[in-house]
């Protein structure tokens, strides 16, 4: 019986690694992606430019560093998602929906004022929205969970 519970926690433990190695994979393809953009350009770098570069760097350090706490994790043959984790990620989730609706009225109230593509007011609002998931996550993360 402890073999067979042993067996099914390896086969666990190594589709907690699969998902650790593809959020590693693709942070590795958009840090590639996003640095051959870099490079290619042929005008000068812009600010807004240079502050979209700089926002997929954070994203992308992110995403490395969930690929880092799931490798640590499983090498550690802790649980990938326990209560806790489930709790603070739902919690965050909520947090930066909330906040991303208003994010969206902001930016169709900024549209109406300043001409911009809709392409672009698009693309800023999604990468907005994960800049938003991505500070909700961090105040939870070292603020905890109050009493709940």
């Known amino acids: 019986m402890l073999f067979k519970s042993n067996f099914v926690l390896e086969i666990i433990n190594n589709s907690i690694m ?23 350009m042929e005008k000068s770098v812009t600010t807004p430019e240079l502050l979209t570069f700089g926002i997929i760097i954070v ?12 490798f640590t994790g499983a090498r550690r043959d802790e649980p990938p998602e326990d209560e806790l984790s489930k709790k603070m ?30 392409e672009q007011v698009l693309g800023a609002g999604i990468l907005s929205m994960a ?8 105040v939870i ?7 709940e």
């Open 18 to 40: 699969k998902r650790a190695l593809i959020a590693l994979v693709v942070s590795l393809i958009v840090l590639a992606s996003a640095a051959l953009w870099f490079f290619k």
């Open 59 to 70: 994203l992308v350090g992110f995403g490395l560093y969930f690929a880092y706490i799931r």
């Open 89 to 118: 990620l739902q919690k965050t989730a909520a947090w930066s929906y909330y906040i991303s609706l208003y994010m969206w009225v902001f930016m169709i109230w900024l549209k109406d004022r300043v001409t911009l593509d809709t």
């Open 131 to 138: 800049v938003i998931f991505f500070l909700c996550w961090v």
């Open 141 to 147: 993360r070292f603020r905890g969970l109050r009493n």
